[in-house]
């Protein structure tokens, strides 16, 4: 059963940093693209990031664009995902969601993917002011 797991949310005063873990069962999540979402309580759900199969090529929205980084754990079969300059605007459910691909088109993949069920319970992150 090929399952992904989210984990390393918390609470954090704005400027903090967490990272966040992607781990992945009864698949190779490096032959897949990983891409993060977030959703806040009343917002529509976010593609954040996208790295494709082996990390060589990455993407992120302009709201996280400088401030997260996205990279794969081989030795974990899983994705990172590191969040740094935090604000409250940041707070949201971060989830994670895998797709084999043909062609890296980031955009594509993460819209196609935001439109994918199911999905896992997430982490929560938490900024405060």
């Known amino acids: 059963q090929v399952q992904l797991v989210e984990s390393g949310g918390g609470l954090v005063h704005s400027g903090g940093s967490l990272n966040l873990s992607c781990a992945a069962s009864g698949l190779t999540l490096d032959h897949y693209a990983v891409g993060w979402f977030r959703q806040a309580p009343g917002k529509a759900r976010e593609g954040i990031s996208c790295?494709?199969?082996?990390?060589?090529?990455?993407y992120y929205a302009d709201s996280v664009k400088g401030r997260f980084t996205i990279g794969r754990d081989h030795e974990r079969n899983g994705v990172f995902l590191q969040l740094t300059g935090l604000n409250p605007e940041d707070t949201a459910v971060y989830s994670c969601?895998?797709?084999?691909?043909?062609?890296?088109?980031?955009?594509?993949?993460?819209?196609?993917?935001?439109?994918?069920?199911?999905w896992g319970q997430g982490t929560q992150v938490t900024v405060s002011s």
């Open positions: 790295i494709s199969r082996g990390g060589s090529e990455t």
């Open positions: 969601k895998s797709s084999y691909y043909t062609h890296f088109n980031p955009v594509q993949l993460v819209d196609s993917m935001a439109a994918s069920a199911p």
